[in-house]
C-alpha cells in the first residue's frame, strides 16, 4: 500500500463491496445473513475499513442509504476491534470524518457524527487532541450544513462521554465549550437552537462546575426560547427545566410562578413528545419541599390538565387494537414476551403492624403492548396525579370530585375509562376522603368489569385492585364475594389484555385476603386450572404468578387432596414439557417453591424429579461457568438465573417438606454444588444459596454439619451491607446454623460477631437487616453467652429498637432467651441502655411462661438493685402505655 494520502480503492474490490451493501438491504432474512457473513469474513483484509469510509465520505455519486450502511457497519468495527486497525487506517477515518461532517444529505452528516463519536468513546478524546478544536471552529462555519453536523456530533459526544469532558487530562474542554453552546441558544435555525440546549442538558444533573458559573445565563436564555416555534427546542426546553428543578431549586425559586405557568400550557401542547417533558415536572415537583406551598394556588387548572392527558389517544387505541375484543385464540408473538427478572428469594420476619410495607402495584393499570408499553402521556399522567395525591392528601378531593362525577357517568367510553384511571391512581394519596364514597363506588366498578369494552374491563381491575385493602376489610358478602365471582369470570375473559390485568389484581385481592380466601379455594382452583389450557404464552407467565401467590397466602390451607389433585397435573404437564434452557423455567420454578411450601407434605409424591432436575439445573450451569473462565473465546457464559431458580426452588422444597427432604439430600451432592454457589462472583446467586443454606440447616443439619467449617468461614466474608440481599441472608443462615451447633458454635464467633456489631449500629440499614442481625446476635448469646456478654453495650440499644415491631415467633424467642442469658453474665453492661430494654420485654403479646420468668427475674433484679425511689424516679420517664404494661405483666 502507498502512503496513506494517495490510499485509493481498487476499482473491482469498491464494486464488491458497494454490491454486498445494497444487497444487505435485501429484505429476506437469509440474504441478509449470507452477506452478513460476507461482510464479517472482509474484516480480515487490513484496508476494509478504509473502503468503508470511502463509501461513506467519497462515493457521493452512491445512493444516501447504502452510504450510511457503510458508515455504520464501520462504526460496528470501530466498537468491536479499533485498537486492532492500522494506524494509517484510523488516520484516514478520523481525517475523512472531520472533513465531510458537513455533508450535503442530513442522514450521512448523522452517521459520520454517530462514527465520531464512537471513535471518542473508545478512548479517543485523549489521543484525538484535535477533534473538540476542530468541531468547536465549525460550529463558526457559514455553511450551515457544516455547522449542524458539527454540532450533531458534539451532541452525541456530550451525551456519551460527559464525565470525560469535565476531566483535567484534556484541559477541561467545558470551560470553552458550555458558554459557546450558550451563545447559539438564538441561532436563526431551530435545528441549531435545539442541539446548543440538548448539549448544556447533559451537565445539568452532574451539577458541571463550569455550567454552575454560566447558571444565570442560562436560565436566562431558556427563559428566552420559551415560547419558540420549534417542538424540538420546546421540549429540550421542559427537559431542562425539569432537571434544574432537581438539582438547582434555589435558581427557580424566585421564577417559580411563571415556570408553573409555563409548563401547565406546555402539558397541554399539541405535539405530545412535549406534552410528556413537561408532565414530568410534575412528577419531580411533588418530590420537593416547596411543592405543597408552591402548587396549592395552580391545583385547579392542573388536576384538570392531567386528567385529559390520562385518557387514550386515538393512536394509542390503533395501537392496542382497542377495537379487537375477542384475541384469546390469537397466538401471542414471541417478542411481546418480555423478559422476566427472578427474584432472589430473601428471609424476613413478619411485623406487628403489616401495613407498612404495601407497595401496591402502581402500574396505573398499564397496557403492556410494546407498542404503548414505553413511558407516554397517559402514564405520566397518572403518575403525576399518584405523586400529587400523596402530596395534598384529602385537599385533592373538592376538585376531583366534580371531574370524576363527570368522567364516570360519561357516555363516551374513553372517557369514562380515564376516570376509573383517576380513582386507581388516586387510592393511595386520597385513601381517607376516598371511604365515604367506596360503597357506592366499588358496586359501580364491579358492575364496570362486565362492560363492553375490554379497554374499560382491563383499567376497572387494576382500580379495583388498588382499593382491595379496604374490599378485604368489609362484610364479605357485600363487597368481596361479588367482586371475586366477577373477577374470577374476567380471569377467563376472552381479551388477552382483560385476562392479564385480571390476574394481576387477583394476585394484589390473595396478598390482601390471605387465609380469607380459604372457603372460596375450590372455585378459585377450578379457574385457575381452567385458565391453564385457555391461555396464551404471555399471560400463562401472569398465571404462575397468580398460582404462587395463592399458596403464598392461604399457606397449609392448600394442603387438601382434592386441591392437590386440580392443581399439580397442570402445573407437572407444564414442567414436562419445558425444556433445560426455557427462560419459561423461571416463573414455573417460582411457583412451583411457592406451592411446595405451602403444600408441606403433600408435596412429597412430586418432590423427587422436582429435586433431581434443580440439582442437574445447578450442576449445569456451574460446569458451563467453569467451561466459560477456562475458555472465554469459545464458551459462552451461562444465564445464572437458571442456577438461582432452581436454588430458590430448592429453599421452598426443604421449607415445604422439612425432615422429607432428608432422603432426597442424602442421594445427591447437593452440598458440594452449594459450596461453590456460595462463592460465586454473582451476587444474587450467593444471596440464594445461603437461603437455601438456612433452609436446609432446619430441615436436615445432618448433613450440613461436616461442612461447616468450610462453610462458616464464606459466611463471615459476606456480611457486607453494601450488598444487602447477600448479607441479610447469610445473616439469617448464621443463625439458624448456631442454634443447631449449640456451644460448639464457639470457635466460629470470632469469624462473624464484630462485622454484625458493625452492621446493627450503621446508620440507614434497611429494617430486614437490622432484624435478622440482631435475631442472629441473640442467637449467638443464646448458644455461647458467656463469648458475647462482654460486648452487650456495642449493641443493647440497637438491638432493642429493631426487635419490638417483630411478632412473637420462634426466632425472636430464641433471640430474647439469649440476650436474657447474656444479662444474667455481664448486667452492667445493659444499665446504660435499661429502658430501650424494657421497651422491647413489653413489645411481646405472648411470651413462653420460661421466657416470661426470665424477663420477670431480670427486671425485678434491677428494681432491687436501684432501690424503690430511684426505681420510681426511672420508670417515671416511661411513656404511659410502657409503664402501665410492665406494672400489669411483670409487676414492677
Request: some cysteine.
Amino acid at each position: 500500500m502507498a502512503t496513506v494520502t494517495a490510499w485509493q480503492p481498487e476499482p473491482a474490490g469498491l464494486e464488491q463491496i458497494v454490491q454486498l451493501l445494497k444487497e444487505s438491504q435485501s429484505p429476506t432474512t437469509e440474504v441478509q445473513r449470507a452477506v452478513q457473513q460476507k461482510l464479517e469474513s472482509l474484516n480480515q483484509f487490513p484496508d476494509f475499513n478504509n473502503y468503508l469510509i470511502f463509501v461513506l465520505t467519497k462515493l457521493k455519486t452512491e445512493d444516501e442509504p447504502t452510504r450510511s450502511l457503510s458508515g455504520l457497519i464501520l462504526k460496528n468495527n470501530v466498537r468491536a476491534h479499533f485498537h486492532n486497525f492500522p494506524a494509517e487506517t484510523t488516520e484516514f477515518i478520523k481525517r475523512e470524518c472531520l472533513q465531510n461532517v458537513g455533508d450535503p444529505s442530513p442522514l450521512i452528516r448523522a452517521t459520520i457524527g454517530i462514527l465520531i463519536t464512537t471513535i471518542a468513546t473508545k478512548g479517543e478524546l485523549q489521543n484525538w487532541q484535535e477533534l473538540l478544536p476542530a468541531l468547536c471552529h465549525l460550529l463558526d462555519s457559514e455553511d450551515y450544513n457544516t455547522c449542524e453536523g458539527a454540532f450533531g456530533a458534539l451532541q452525541k459526544i456530550c451525551e456519551d462521554s460527559a464525565e470525560v469532558l469535565d476531566c483535567d487530562s484534556l484541559n477541561r474542554p467545558l470551560n470553552i465549550l458550555i458558554p459557546k453552546f450558550l451563545r447559539f441558544f438564538k441561532h436563526t435555525s431551530p435545528k441549531i437552537r435545539s442541539h446548543a440546549i440538548a448539549c448544556v442538558n447533559q451537565f445539568i444533573i452532574s451539577k458541571t462546575q463550569v455550567l454552575m458559573l454560566h447558571i444565570d445565563d442560562f436560565i436566562k436564555n431558556l427563559f428566552e426560547l420559551a415560547n419558540d416555534d420549534d417542538n424540538e427546542v420546546r421540549k429540550n426546553v421542559c427537559r431542562a427545566l425539569v432537571m434544574l428543578l432537581e438539582v438547582r431549586l434555589d435558581m427557580l425559586i424566585p421564577h417559580m410562578q411563571n415556570i408553573i405557568e409555563y409548563l401547565l400550557m406546555r402539558t397541554q401542547d399539541n405535539d405530545e413528545s412535549v406534552a410528556l417533558e413537561a408532565c414530568e415536572f410534575w412528577l419531580t415537583l411533588a418530590e420537593q419541599p416547596v411543592c405543597k406551598e408552591v402548587l396549592a394556588g395552580h391545583l385547579q387548572r392542573l388536576v384538570p390538565v392531567l386528567v385529559k392527558g390520562m385518557k387514550y389517544s386515538e393512536i394509542d387505541i390503533i395501537l392496542l387494537k382497542g377495537d379487537v375484543e375477542d384475541d384469546e385464540t390469537i397466538p401471542d408473538s414471541e417478542q411481546d414476551i418480555k423478559p422476566r427478572f427472578h427474584k432472589s428469594k430473601t428471609h424476613s420476619q413478619q411485623h406487628t403492624n403489616d401495613d407498612e410495607d404495601n407497595d401496591s402495584d402502581s402500574d396505573y393499570g398499564m397496557d403492556d403492548d410494546d407498542a404503548l408499553s414505553d413511558w407516554n402521556l397517559r402514564k405520566c399522567s397518572a403518575a403525576a396525579l399518584d405523586v400529587l395525591a400523596n402530596v395534598f392528601r384529602d385537599d385533592l378531593m373538592p376538585i376531583l370530585l366534580p371531574i370524576l362525577n363527570e368522567t364516570l357517568a360519561h357516555a363516551d367510553w374513553e372517557v369514562k375509562e380515564s376516570g376509573i384511571l383517576v380513582l386507581g391512581a388516586i387510592a393511595e394519596g386520597c385513601g381517607n376522603a376516598m371511604v365515604p364514597h367506596l360503597p357506592e363506588l366499588t358496586k359501580y366498578l364491579i358492575q364496570c368489569l362486565s362492560e363492553k369494552k375490554a379497554l374499560v374491563r382491563s383499567i376497572t381491575c387494576w382500580t379495583l385492585s388498588r382499593y382491595s385493602h379496604w374490599i378485604v376489610s368489609q362484610p364479605h358478602e357485600t363487597y368481596l364475594k361479588p367482586l371475586m365471582n366477577v373477577l374470577l369470570q374476567r380471569i377467563l375473559d376472552s381479551n388477552k389484555r382483560v385476562q392479564e390485568a385480571a390476574c394481576s389484581a387477583f394476585a394484589t385481592l390473595e396478598e390482601e385476603a390471605c387465609t380469607e380466601l380459604v372457603p372460596y379455594l375450590e372455585i378459585i382452583l377450578q379457574t385457575l386450572v381452567y385458565a391453564f389450557s385457555k391461555y396464551q404464552h404471555k399471560n400463562l407467565l401472569i398465571l404462575y404468578d397468580a398460582i404462587g401467590t395463592l399458596a403464598d397466602s392461604v399457606g397449609h390451607h392448600l394442603n387438601k387432596e382434592e386441591y392437590i389433585n386440580m392443581l399439580m397435573p397442570p402445573l407437572i404437564e407444564k414442567w414436562n414439557t419445558l425444556r433445560d434452557e426455557d427462560k419459561d423455567l423461571f416463573p414455573l420454578l417460582e411457583c412451583l417453591s411457592s406451592v411446595a411450601t405451602a403444600l408441606q407434605s403433600g408435596f412429597l409424591p412430586y418432590s423427587e424429579p422436582v429435586y433431581q432436575r434443580c440439582v442437574s439445573l445447578t450442576e449445569s450451569t456451574l460446569a458451563q461457568i467453569q467451561a466459560s473462565n477456562q475458555n472465554p473465546d469459545q464458551v459462552e457464559p451461562p444465564d445464572k438465573d437458571f442456577m438461582i431458580v432452581a436454588l430458590d426452588l430448592l429453599s421452598g422444597l426443604a421449607e415445604g417438606l422439612e425432615s422429607y427432604i432428608e432422603g432426597l439430600v442424602a442421594r445427591s451432592n447437593i452440598m458440594s454444588l452449594l459450596y461453590q454457589c456460595m462463592q460465586d462472583t454473582m451476587p444474587e446467586v450467593r444471596q440464594s444459596s445461603f437461603a437455601l443454606l438456612g433452609d436446609l440447616t432446619k430441615a436436615c443439619f445432618q448433613h450440613v454439619k461436616p461442612c461447616i467449617p468450610d462453610f462458616l468461614p464464606i459466611l463471615g466474608q459476606n456480611l457486607n451491607p453494601e450488598f444487602i440481599s447477600v448479607c441479610n441472608n447469610a445473616t439469617w443462615a448464621i443463625g439458624e446454623i448456631s442454634i443447631q451447633m449449640g456451644s460448639s458454635m464457639a470457635e466460629y464467633i470470632p469469624l462473624v460477631l464484630n462485622q454484625l456489631i458493625e452492621i446493627i449500629n450503621r446508620p440507614n440499614t434497611p429494617k430486614t437487616l437490622l432484624e435478622n442481625t440482631a435475631i442472629t446476635i441473640g442467637r449467638l448469646g443464646f448458644v455461647c453467652p458467656e463469648d458475647v456478654a462482654p460486648m452487650l453495650p456495642h449493641f443493647i440499644r440497637q438491638w432493642c429498637t429493631s426487635l419490638r415491631n417483630i411478632r412473637d415467633n420462634e426466632e425472636k424467642d430464641s433471640a430474647f432467651r439469649g440476650i436474657c442469658a447474656m444479662i444474667s453474665i455481664n448486667p452492667n453492661g445493659v444499665v446504660q441502655d435499661f429502658i430501650f430494654f424494657c421497651d422491647a420485654v413489653a413489645s411481646w403479646v405472648n411470651p413462653k411462661e420460661d421466657l416470661k420468668e426470665m424477663f420477670f427475674k431480670i427486671l425485678q433484679g434491677f428494681k432491687n438493685e436501684v432501690g424503690e425511689e430511684n426505681w420510681r424516679r426511672f420508670s417515671d420517664q416511661f411513656p404511659a402505655p410502657l409503664r402501665e404494661r410492665l406494672k400489669s405483666q411483670y409487676s414492677v
